[in-house]
């Protein structure tokens, strides 16, 4: 099955796009592009404008400024259907009274595709995403893995040039979603058409994207491909709200060519890092990320001495063993060092004093008010 025969893809722009409720700002005036064939999700916590944006996109809501272009073409008031879109949402919204193949097949009824066109469009989607031998059964006979990949055909069988999805997996147990994920972006690559992908979830957004554009306050916190966001944050929220990590109040000493060498408040002791983009000279505030990971950790007195810190918790949460530790010097957060864990056993026990180290190029500082 070609590509070409079964989807297209189409460029998506918005220009200045704004929604507000009375005086409640959903969406500031934003700007985002996503080319054509490319897996942008929109990320964020609730109340952080990624599904205003997204039914903006759609059609489902009309924008109080800005423009929207599919294609090059205006569709900012366009209806929804219309704008060559495809949908996917966390409801599957299968049809119980209809086989999956009629269900999947529904759409094409609507657009006027005859009987043959529309049974053989009908069996691709379902080849596309695993599940032919489905085709005669109902919707109650499926589990809801499956019912969310029939979901995902019945989107793909009318070949939309642009496909939206709002937390499509939100309603799978943890096993089944990263199966999903691993399905969604199996198709992806096969199609090439554009996605924009809504959720909430941290890895889910580092899994399957090619951009993550992460939203905050009704406005774009950061853009770009998932290791610059988990690696070089531009702000503290990017920073915490992105996976787990150490934020150290800190001061810049002097700045060598980007790399840093900053002093931890209160007396923590000195280190290491990389700006971030910022133009950062001596005196500057700022505070140093460092992922639990990059973290290394010996018995005291066998390290650089540059933080310390009292083991108050060990969780082995399978593939990682965290340790959690209270900073010795006043005015630091508690601090978490993570590796592959090894046995079940450890060399450390709640209460030792530990030595905190990092590389240079493990740490960021960001500017303070970032």
């Not at 529904?106 to 995403?129: C, H, N, S, Y």
């Amino acid at each position: 099955m070609s590509r070409s025969r079964l989807m297209s893809s189409s460029s998506l722009s918005v220009h200045g796009l704004g929604k507000r409720y009375g005086e409640f700002v959903a969406l500031a005036p934003t700007d985002l592009e996503v080319a054509a064939g490319e897996f942008l999700t929109l990320l964020g916590p609730s109340g952080s404008g990624k599904t205003t944006l997204l039914s903006l996109i759609a059609g489902l809501a009309a924008p109080d400024d800005g423009a929207i272009r599919i294609g090059g073409a205006d569709v900012t008031y366009r209806p929804p259907y219309e704008r060559d879109l495809g949908m996917v949402f966390q409801n599957y919204a299968l049809f119980p009274h209809m086989t999956i193949e009629d269900n999947i097949a529904f759409p094409l009824k609507m657009r006027k595709v005859k009987g043959a066109d529309a049974k053989k469009r009908a069996a691709e989607a379902l080849e596309l995403v695993r599940l032919p031998h489905v085709a005669k059964r109902f919707p109650r006979e499926l589990s809801g893995g499956q019912q969310q990949r029939i979901a995902l055909a019945r989107c793909l069988v009318y070949r939309p040039s642009i496909i939206l999805m709002d937390e499509p997996l939100g309603a799978l147990d943890k096993k089944l979603r990263e199966h999903m994920q691993l399905e969604i972006k199996r198709i992806h690559r096969e199609l090439g058409t554009t996605i924009v992908y809504v959720t909430h979830d941290q890895e889910e957004a580092m899994t399957m994207s090619d951009r993550i554009c992460l939203m905050n306050s009704g406005k774009i916190e950061q853009l770009g491909a998932p290791g610059d966001l988990y690696f070089r944050p531009r702000t503290v929220f990017v920073a915490d709200f992105l996976g787990e990590s150490n934020l150290l109040p800190a001061q810049v000493d002097r700045n060598e060519a980007g790399t840093l060498a900053v002093t931890l408040d209160g007396g923590a002791g000195s280190g290491q890092a990389i700006g971030n983009g910022a133009d950062l000279a001596a005196g500057a505030k700022v505070t140093v990320m460092v992922r639990p990971q990059n973290i290394t950790v010996r018995p005291a007195g066998e390290g650089s001495g540059r933080l310390k810190g009292r083991l108050t918790d060990i969780m082995v949460t399978g593939s990682l063993t965290k340790l959690y530790l209270e900073a010795l010097a006043p005015g630091l957060p508690q601090l978490v060092a993570a590796y592959p864990t090894r046995t079940l056993s450890d060399d450390h026990s709640i209460g030792d004093v530990l030595e905190l180290d990092w590389q240079a190029q493990d740490a960021v500082a960001i500017p303070a008010g970032q």
